[in-house]
């Protein structure tokens, strides 16, 4: 299936340059804020991945669909995990709540985002518009 491929696909890509990004930048808060630019630019460039994500309830049901899309959040939340648990264990980010819902809400953040985009017709820019809420996230958790 060509979405099912897609799909794993795009999680290897993730994961790659997540990893990247996480070794570019070791400070918490801004290796998080470029782990989002870095999405928000390659969505940008590369909007056809949108469509695969988006996919799941839309089609028929697909347990490849959607194994790929639980592929793409566990390298998404690994990543963003490690960054909030460094930033935890630093001080910088507030240790009201787990790690785990820190990344949960990001995460959910990141995803309404990009479905309005997508549901516009991407008629705004997904980076700045993008990185101003990420901005406002990291607020909130940033002691």
Known sequence: EILVTMLHHLAANIDER??????AHPEPVERVR???????????KNPQYLMAIFATGVLEA?????????????VKRRHLLNA????????????????????H??????RL?????????R??????????????ALDLITR
């Open 18 to 23: 997540l990893a990247a990004v996480a070794e």
């Open 34 to 44: 470029a782990m989002f630019d870095n999405q928000f630019t390659y969505f940008q």
């Open 62 to 74: 697909s347990h490849g669909i959607d194994a790929g899309i639980e592929r793409i959040m566990v």
């Open 84 to 103: 909030i648990k460094d930033g935890q264990w630093s001080g910088v980010f507030t240790a009201d709540h787990t790690a785990e819902t820190l990344s």
């Open 105 to 110: 809400i990001i995460m959910g953040t990141f």
């Open 113 to 121: 985002h990009m479905l309005q985009w997508r549901m516009s017709g």
């Open 123 to 136: 008629s705004f820019d997904v980076r700045k518009k993008g990185r101003a809420l990420i901005g406002a």
